[in-house]
């Protein structure tokens, strides 16, 4: 795994072309361009505000704040693993004519993702001024736990993006899979509002830890759970090792199966 860090480190002006690429084409003809990249979460927030604070009522103050937290922290996960799932088809020409660590190309969809989430921050120190909640210390947290998420979506993006070169229909599962995810994570409801004899389930899902360390931090001015962190970071780092070896293994037929 290090001699192919070191590889794509070799690489890293193929990468950065790559996430640039990635960032101009997605809004590539449309008048609004990378704005798109603020008005998305802003839309989304609308919906789900609409939704879920005057149709469903729930009851919290600052509700807004706490939705937009959780919907810009599960649109890196969704993007990527949506976009992420075909990232060595719709490169097909480049697989096939020239060699280059193909882990790149996932990892480019991951960095991209990552950058919209970085400008989401735009809108949301905003948003929190406004709702009067407070920012300190625990924002020291920030960058630990962006960290963490981050190699947990790339273990995912690199397993979906390899796998679905032989198994087409993967790329449209992955959207199904993403859909019910999104409801069993802590972004539109709390984790007090979820059933004791359901706690179990949910304590399985990785992204409840990471949702709660972010609104832990922006929401509600506190350090994050540093042994749930500590897990997931562990369980990130495995996966990411796995996620290498299994990419590693499926890379060598690419060219031949594209």
Same mark, same amino acid.
């Given at each position: 795994?290090?001699?192919?860090?070191?590889?794509?480190?070799?690489?890293?002006?193929?990468?950065?072309?790559?996430?640039?690429?990635?960032?101009?084409? =997605?809004?590539?003809?449309? !008048?609004?361009?990378?704005?798109?990249?603020?008005?998305?979460?802003?839309?989304?927030?609308?919906?789900?505000?609409? @939704?879920?604070? !005057?149709?469903?009522?729930?009851?919290?103050?600052? !509700?807004?704040?706490?939705?937009?937290?959780?919907?810009?922290?599960?649109?890196?996960? /969704?993007?990527?693993?949506?976009?992420?799932?075909?990232? $060595?088809?719709?490169?097909?020409?480049?697989?096939?004519?020239?060699?280059?660590?193909?882990?790149?190309?996932?990892?480019?969809?991951?960095?991209?993702?990552?950058?919209?989430?970085?400008?989401?921050?735009?809108?949301?120190?905003?948003?929190?001024?406004?709702?009067?909640?407070?920012?300190?210390?625990?924002?020291?947290?920030?960058?630990?736990?962006?960290?963490? !998420?981050?190699?947990?979506?790339?273990?995912?993006?690199?397993? @979906?993006?390899?796998?679905?070169?032989?198994? =087409?229909?993967?790329?449209?599962?992955?959207?199904? $899979? @993403?859909?019910?995810?999104?409801?069993?994570?802590?972004? @539109?409801?709390?984790?007090?509002?979820?059933?004791?004899?359901?706690?179990?389930?949910?304590?399985?899902?990785?992204?409840?830890?990471?949702?709660?360390?972010?609104?832990?931090?922006?929401?509600?001015?506190?350090?994050?759970?540093?042994?749930?962190?500590?897990?997931?970071?562990?369980?990130?780092?495995?996966?990411?090792?796995?996620?290498?070896?299994?990419? =590693?293994?499926?890379? =060598?037929?690419? /060219?031949?199966?594209?």
């Amino acid at each position: 795994m290090l001699s192919k860090i070191k590889e794509i480190y070799t690489y890293r002006q193929m990468l950065e072309s790559l996430v640039l690429t990635d960032l101009r084409t =997605r809004y590539k003809g449309s !008048y609004l361009g990378f704005f798109w990249t603020l008005l998305n979460p802003l839309l989304m927030l609308l919906v789900y505000s609409i @939704v879920f604070k !005057y149709i469903v009522r729930i009851q919290m103050d600052h !509700y807004t704040t706490f939705l937009f937290v959780g919907l810009m922290t599960w649109t890196l996960l /969704a993007q990527s693993l949506n976009s992420g799932s075909g990232s $060595i088809i719709r490169n097909a020409g480049l697989v096939k004519k020239i060699y280059f660590p193909k882990e790149i190309l996932p990892l480019s969809v991951v960095l991209g993702g990552i950058i919209n989430y970085l400008f989401s921050l735009v809108i949301l120190f905003p948003m929190v001024y406004l709702s009067g909640l407070k920012l300190g210390l625990p924002l020291l947290m920030f960058p630990i736990v962006l960290i963490g !998420y981050s190699l947990f979506v790339l273990a995912l993006t690199m397993l @979906v993006s390899a796998f679905n070169v032989y198994m =087409r229909d993967l790329e449209h599962i992955v959207g199904i $899979i @993403v859909m019910a995810w999104f409801y069993l994570t802590p972004i @539109v409801f709390t984790s007090d509002m979820i059933p004791k004899d359901l706690h179990f389930v949910f304590q399985l899902n990785p992204m409840k830890i990471i949702v709660e360390s972010f609104h832990d931090i922006f929401f509600y001015n506190k350090f994050p759970d540093l042994s749930a962190l500590g897990i997931f970071y562990v369980f990130s780092i495995a996966l990411l090792i796995i996620s290498f070896a299994v990419f =590693r293994k499926l890379s =060598r037929n690419f /060219a031949e199966e594209i």
